[in-house]
């Protein structure tokens, strides 16, 4: 009697859009082995603790929430009985140096009323922007997110032939400063919308006005907390892909991606081949090319596109709690033009940087002891260009938070800090994996680049597949549940194993 044992899938890496693929491709009928270098899952989004204060370490916003449980839902399981989540009202709150102070209510009518009293602009201008950012995003995510931009029959369907046909409304050959300016006479408010530019690490006064699309995810849709922090999500994908069988080896770093004769056979980690009938690459693809195809032809002119940015995050456990902060708030910086063309031009830090503070102690209480805040106080920063004075930028940065928060505070925070931890360009390389510390692989500072990004399979090896951040359709957890999606609709069901 013949026997063939169940065709196998190796997945490399275990961040969202990895874990993601792992679970579509048991559904598939597949054996996946997921290998990760760390010795926990989660790439970006993971999570560490510290003198009673636990802190998410990566992505932070949470969209779209159905992206993650659609992965629930095909695998006949119900997502509450993994995680949960909690709707936000109001999402984020907004502080300017001239001391105003927005509030983006959940509510898009609400957030708008609320635009329109602290601005000199009009709510109905508001709302319309906001129908018109959803109606612009309807008409693309057929075309850029849903599918792969790299096959021409993905182009054959009456609804992305409609995309194409209105591809004018869309604005891609203007930027996104231009499109805000066009839209608002309020400098205070064509920063608020050009801040979305930072959700893919671009420069809102280079990326193109395609991008306005993305506060419809955040405004129109609505942002959410899952119950535990974010990385919650991670606990369940891990959960539900170990109740599919799913293998996962931590702290096992591959090595090399295997070809044989123009193929992908398998891989080789800790000094052993091992074979499997595809692979799907969750780790950076320039960093898939560069480490675990030393041989293979790379990709060159996609490989060599200008980089998103990256970050500087310190971890604060502070003892104290402020009732003029929510969950998510931003301090903007005076100077928004500067401090983007230092980070991408000058490749160094601003002074007066955007401040982005997350506090998810607002919410989960067990996040921080009595009385304290959980602080993960972000700032958008250049990624490692081969800079000499990190060290020194950094603590220089560091300086420059605790004086501009303290100011906005009315509060001098210094000596609340208790502890702290830091997550800066080389850190995030190393333990991540993105290429340069570029959080988000490529920038978006460019009218073509999404069709830039690299697609979600080898055009010259076969069985070999990429997905997450860094390919097509790009970063975000929405978007890395769909990358997962695309990459896996093209690799066949597995053929059941026949006695």
């Given at each position: ?442 920038s978006s500072n460019n009218k073509f680049a999404a069709f830039l990004r690299h697609a979600n399979f080898s055009s010259s090896i076969k069985n070999l597949y990429f997905c997450g951040g860094s390919v097509h359709p790009g970063p975000s957890i929405p978007l890395c549940m769909l990358s997962a999606k695309i990459t896996t609709d093209l690799i066949a069901p597995a053929v059941a194993a026949k006695g």
């Amino acid at each position: 009697m013949n026997t063939r044992a169940k065709q196998t899938c190796a997945v490399i890496g275990a961040g969202p859009a990895g874990l993601a693929s792992a679970i579509r491709m048991a559904n598939k009928g597949y054996q996946v082995t997921v290998f990760e270098a760390n010795a926990h899952a989660g790439g970006k989004l993971s999570q560490s603790e510290t003198n009673g204060y636990r802190f998410d370490m990566g992505p932070s916003v949470f969209t779209m929430p159905s992206f993650v449980d659609e992965l629930y839902r095909i695998s006949g399981k119900n997502p509450r009985d993994y995680y949960d989540y909690q709707p936000l009202d109001p999402v984020y709150r907004y502080f300017y140096e001239d001391g105003t102070h927005i509030v983006a209510y959940k509510s898009p009518e609400r957030f708008a009323e609320e635009v329109a009293t602290k601005t000199t602009e009009n709510k109905d201008k508001i709302l319309a922007y906001l129908q018109d950012v959803a109606y612009k995003y309807n008409l693309t995510a057929d075309i850029f997110l849903h599918n792969s931009l790299h096959k021409v029959k993905n182009y054959l369907t009456k609804r992305v032939a409609r995309g194409l046909w209105n591809f004018g409304k869309l604005e891609a050959f203007r930027t996104m400063d231009t499109a805000n300016k066009h839209h608002f006479k309020d400098p205070r408010v064509v920063q608020l919308f050009n801040r979305y530019a930072t959700y893919n690490g671009s420069n809102p006064y280079e990326a193109p006005a395609t991008l306005n699309v993305i506060p419809h995810l955040e405004i129109n849709l609505g942002a959410y907390l899952p119950h535990g922090g974010m990385y919650s999500i991670t606990k369940g994908l891990v959960r539900l892909a170990e109740d599919l069988g799913v293998e996962f080896r931590f702290e096992t770093k591959v090595e090399e991606i295997v070809l044989q004769q123009g193929r992908a056979t398998g891989i080789r980690a800790k000094g052993e081949t091992e074979a499997f009938d595809c692979v799907i690459s969750n780790m950076d693809v320039y960093n898939t090319y560069k480490h675990l195809l030393p041989k293979a032809k790379k990709p060159q002119r996609t490989l060599s596109q200008p980089k998103s940015s990256s970050a500087i995050i310190f971890y604060w456990g502070i003892k104290h709690s402020f009732e003029q902060l929510g969950l998510h708030n931003i301090f903007f910086s005076d100077n928004y033009p500067a401090e983007f063309d230092h980070i991408f031009h000058k490749k160094q830090l601003y002074n007066d940087p955007t401040i982005y503070l997350n506090i998810t102690s607002k919410y989960a209480k067990e996040d921080a002891p009595e009385g304290c805040e959980n602080w993960f106080t972000m700032i958008n920063a250049p990624h490692n260009d081969g800079q000499d004075n990190w060290d020194e930028m950094i603590a220089q940065t560091r300086e420059n938070l605790i004086a501009k928060l303290s100011r906005h505070l009315k509060t001098d925070i210094r000596p609340l800090i208790e502890c702290e931890l830091i997550w800066e360009p080389r850190k995030i390389e190393a333990l991540t994996s993105s290429a340069f510390g570029a959080i988000y692989g490529n920038s978006s500072n460019n009218k073509f680049a999404a069709f830039l990004r690299h697609a979600n399979f080898s055009s010259s090896i076969k069985n070999l597949y990429f997905c997450g951040g860094s390919v097509h359709p790009g970063p975000s957890i929405p978007l890395c549940m769909l990358s997962a999606k695309i990459t896996t609709d093209l690799i066949a069901p597995a053929v059941a194993a026949k006695g």
